[in-house]
Structures are given as structure tokens and as C-alpha cells.
């Protein structure tokens, strides 16, 4: 049995207390390799390699810490292959979707390949009388990020690729789900030419993210996963002093108008709903048509659409979708199943017992549909991270409107329609963080900035772009006077320089 271990001051470390979790390929079903749960005292280790690190990471000039990030994108694209592969045999989404997860975070590096520019200050010169004024960004110190499991690669490196690039040391806590790629990331961050405690990587549970929240040499947190697990990090980690910002779940709607491009739309939704088995927090779950007639004619498109989806095994080049993370997250998806059922909606594709022939003991949940959901249903209410679509059927534009933006998440949304002041009125009005405007999964590129509002994400900060330097940098604002100190007479000075 493969054991994945920490990797602290360059190498790889077991935790001491010696509690592991079980990593599961999610096409058997079977456990392929046994994760560290670290403890404080591991975490220690990691603080102190860190702490040697970061002065000498700081000092470095920022040209030459993107020069790292250079390397490192070119690492990362020569083992590209054996990545998707590695993250596909855990998470279970199928190869190009791997790829997908892995080429969204090498964005984020590539960004962060022009960090001398962005990291440029301000400057006013003649403030005052012989004074000017200027500001610098100087990085926190020692970071940590606490990632989820369905983005193992894109969602570190959201994070990872700021902090150092910035000259913060960083400290991930990968989902013990999946944590192989975030221990590949770091050993390619250490080819690259990181110092050894620049990266490290400990594992765990809510043992280790306590630790981090507690610990007085982390200065900021960056997380991302659950809603109720992401206020908690928030509360606590506040109330620690530290820097926060913690993104949690989604139940993200696409809104149909009338004039829509309705295949455009089933094709769409086919990916956004059901791609990665509907496990990204920018998935579409919830289509809103607006009019019966919209509704009747795109559910009529939507069921021969899902019934040809195909599901199959993560390294199937066919296959639309793979399984589910887990044993648990299968029963979880199923029980909402039936939470919808139980609670009026209409069960129109029904994807429970899914098997998969040969693949029994896989975690496969097939495509399932639901009409006439309505906002009173928890199954509503609450994300399902499935590959499930509930149809919600509104009467106007102005219901259509409401309904995204009196969720209790608000992490991302859509709106098809061919009618510009529509699409425009909408984007205006919308209260949620990331619209798209006949774009399904409207995730911004990386040198714009991600996130939701409301309970999809605590903090006021963004993940990557302006709004991640801003997050893993603090600003200084030098104002200076020099005096004569060397009797040069004013008139030995050039006019307009005082
Ligand atoms: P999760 O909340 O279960 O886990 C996230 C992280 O928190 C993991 O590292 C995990 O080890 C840790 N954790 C788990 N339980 C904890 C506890 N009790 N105390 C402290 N830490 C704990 O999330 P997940 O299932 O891995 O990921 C899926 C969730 O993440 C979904 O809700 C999804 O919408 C969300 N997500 C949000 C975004 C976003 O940007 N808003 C992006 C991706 C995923």
C-alpha cells in the first residue's frame, strides 16, 4: 500500500502520530493508498522550515522568484500527462477534465510570471514641501491554504502561485481525498528552483486546519471548500489575527429566456451540470426557463440529451462524466435524490443505482433530472455537488431574477438569452459574485479575480489576479523628507524639485 507522507523542509516526512485515511480509486472502489493525518507537532516542523526560508525568499528579487514560476509551468507541462492521470485515479473526473483542473492553475502561474510589474508601488513626488510619498507591497510571511477535493490542482495553485510569487512561504493542506498532485506540485515547485520550506505540504483533517488556525506564526489563510467548514476557518482564523478568506459552496442557476438558443443551451448544460459529475463549485444544477413554453421546450431537448450521456470509467476518452469522490459522497448525492422526491418535485431522469459493468464497486451516480422544483425544497436550497439538474420554472424575467439572487449562495450564474438589455439588466442586478452572459461556467481568467458572495465566500478578498497580490501582500506607505544635509543652496538645485 502506497503511503502519501508530508513534504516539510524538502522532503518527505510521516506524521508522527501515525492516524492515515484512505484514498480511494473511485472507478473500483477500492483504497490505492493510505494519507499522513498530521498534528501540531508536525505542522511545527513545517513552521520552522519555513520560517529559515522566507527572509532569504523575500529578499529575492522578483524577477528572479518569476523565474521560478517560469520553470515551474514548464515542469508542470512536461509532466502533464502523468499528472491528469495521477488526479484522474483519485478524483475520479476523466483525463481532459484533469488536464482542464491542472491548465486553469497554470494560468494562475503564468500570471504570476509578471510579478514584478503588478508588484510595482505608488509614488507622488512633492507631496509637500520637499516630501514625497510611496508604497510598497511586502509579502505576510508564512501562508497556508486548505483546498477541497475537487480541484487539486487549480485550486493550490490559485493560491500557492500568489503567496510565493509575492515572497510569502506557503503551507497547503490538500483534501486528504486526493492529495497525491498537491505533493507532485510542491516536489516540481522544489525543481523549479523554490527554496526547500517555500512550499511544503502537511496533511490532515480538521486536527491539522485547527493547528493552522491557531498557529501565531501563520499570518493568513486562504480556504476553499464547504460553507459551513469555510466560516468556521473564517471565525477562527480572525479571531486568531490572521488574514482570512475562505470560499465555500455553490448552487449557481442558469436562467433561459425565451429567445434563447435552446440547443446551444442542452449543450451547455450538458457539460456544466453534468461534467466532472457536477463536482465544481462553478457547476450549472439549477436551469431557470423563463415561460411555459421555454420550460416544455427545453425540457423536451433536455431528456434525450441526458439519457445519450455517457458515464464511465475516469480514463474512458468517451466517457462524459466519471464517479463520484467517495462511498459517502454517492450515498449523499442519492439521498438528495430522494429528498427531491419526498418533497414534491418531479423525478424525470432518475440516475440512482447506476452501475458501471465491471466497475461495480465504482462510485457512479447517473445523470438525474428533476422539473417543478421549487424554492421552498431543501433539495433546492441546499448543494447537491452531483451530476443533478433541477429544473425551476419561473413566469417572468423579474422571477428569474430574483431566484439566483435570493439563494443563500451566490457564487456564480448565467443567463442565455439573444436579447442584450436583457442580458445587461441582468448583470447589472444579479446578487452574485461571477455572471455569464451565454457563458455556462463564467470562471474568470486568471488575471481577473474568482469569487462568490454571500455563503460562497466569507472574507473580502478574491482568489488570483490584483485582488490574490492584494490578499498575500501588505501595503507600505513611506513618506519622506531629505533635508539639506550636504549645504547644496537651493539655487544649486534644479527648479521644480522641491
Ligand atoms: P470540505 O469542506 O469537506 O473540505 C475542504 C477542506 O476542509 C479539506 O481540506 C478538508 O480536509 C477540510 N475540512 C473538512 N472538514 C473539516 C472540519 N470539520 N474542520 C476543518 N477543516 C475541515 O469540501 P470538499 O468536499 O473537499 O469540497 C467541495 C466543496 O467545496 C463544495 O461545497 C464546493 O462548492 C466547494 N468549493 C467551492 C469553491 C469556491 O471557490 N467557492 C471552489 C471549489 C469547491
Redesign the pocket.
Known amino acids: 500500500m502506497r503511503n502519501i507522507d508530508h513534504l516539510i523542509a524538502g522532503h518527505a516526512a510521516e506524521a508522527g502520530a501515525g492516524r492515515t485515511s484512505d484514498v480511494y480509486d473511485p472507478n473500483t472502489g477500492k483504497v490505492q493508498a493510505k494519507v499522513t493525518l498530521g498534528t501540531a507537532a508536525d505542522l511545527e516542523a513545517a513552521i520552522a522550515a519555513a520560517q529559515k526560508a522566507q527572509p532569504g525568499w523575500a529578499a529575492t528579487n522578483p524577477q528572479r522568484r518569476a523565474r521560478v514560476m517560469f520553470r515551474f509551468k514548464e515542469l508542470v507541462e512536461a509532466n502533464m500527462d502523468a499528472l491528469a492521470q495521477l488526479l484522474s485515479s483519485e478524483h475520479g473526473k476523466v483525463i481532459a477534465d484533469a488536464k482542464g483542473d491542472i491548465q486553469r492553475g497554470l494560468e494562475v502561474i503564468e500570471f504570476c510570471c509578471g510579478i514584478p510589474h503588478v508588484l510595482k508601488g505608488e509614488y507622488t513626488q512633492g507631496a509637500g514641501p520637499g516630501i514625497d510619498v510611496y508604497s510598497m507591497r511586502q509579502p505576510l510571511g508564512i501562508g497556508a491554504g ?6 487539486p490542482a487549480m ?1 493550490p495553485m490559485w493560491m500557492f502561485g500568489v503567496a510565493i510569487a509575492t515572497g510569502n512561504a506557503f503551507l497547503l ?5 486526493d492529495p497525491s498532485v498537491p505533493v507532485r506540485l510542491a516536489e516540481l515547485m522544489l525543481e523549479a528552483g523554490a527554496p526547500k520550506g517555500i512550499l511544503q505540504v502537511v496533511h ?3 486536527e491539522m ?2 493547528a493552522i488556525l491557531d498557529h501565531p506564526a501563520i499570518n493568513a489563510v486562504s ?5 459551513d ?2 466560516h ?2 473564517y471565525r477562527r482564523g480572525v479571531e486568531a489575527g490572521k488574514r482570512v478568506q475562505a ?4 448552487k449557481n442557476h442558469g436562467i433561459v429566456m425565451p429567445d434563447a438558443d435552446l440547443d446551444q443551451v442542452v449543450a451547455d448544460l450538458a457539460g456544466a451540470a453534468f461534467g466532472s459529475a457536477g ?4 457547476a450549472l444544477p439549477v436551469v431557470v426557463p423563463v415561460g411555459e413554453a421555454t420550460a416544455t421546450r427545453l425540457r423536451d431537448k433536455l431528456i434525450p440529451a441526458i439519457q445519450a450521456l455517457r458515464v464511465g470509467v475516469s480514463t474512458d476518452a468517451e466517457a462524459h462524466y466519471g464517479p463520484v469522490v467517495n462511498a459517502a459522497h454517492k450515498a449523499r448525492v442519492e439521498n438528495w435524490i430522494q429528498a427531491g422526491v419526498d418533497e414534491g418535485a418531479e423525478l424525470v431522469v432518475d440516475g440512482r443505482g447506476f452501475t458501471l459493468q465491471g466497475h461495480e464497486e465504482g462510485f457512479f451516480v447517473g445523470p438525474t433530472l428533476f422539473d417543478h422544483v421549487t424554492p421552498d425544497m431543501s433539495a433546492y436550497k441546499e ?1 447537491i ?1 452531483g451530476p443533478v439538474l433541477q429544473i425551476v420554472r419561473a413566469a417572468s424575467f423579474e422571477d428569474a431574477v430574483r431566484l439566483p439572487s435570493e439563494h443563500q449562495y451566490g ?1 456564480g450564474v448565467a443567463i442565455f438569452t439573444r436579447n442584450g438589455h436583457a442580458a445587461r439588466e441582468f448583470a447589472a442586478r444579479v446578487n452574485v459574485g461571477m455572471v455569464g452572459i451565454n457563458v455556462p461556467i463564467p470562471v474568470p481568467v486568471a488575471y481577473h479575480t ?3 458572495w454571500k455563503r ?2 466569507f472574507g473580502d478578498t478574491n ?1 488570483h489576479g490584483m485582488e490574490g497580490v492584494k490578499f498575500w501582500t501588505k501595503v507600505k506607505t513611506v513618506t519622506q523628507r531629505w533635508p539639506d544635509g550636504f549645504g547644496l543652496s537651493g539655487g544649486d538645485l534644479p527648479r521644480g524639485s522641491e
Open positions: 486548505i483546498t477541497p477535493f475537487n480541484f485550486i493542506k490538500p483534501s486528504e481525498r490532515g483533517d480538521k486546519v485547527d480556504f476553499v471548500g464547504s460553507s467548514i469555510a468556521y476557518v470560499m465555500g459552496g455553490a463536482e465544481r463549485c462553478m448543494e455537488f457564487n474568482f469569487g462568490g460562497s465566500a482568489q
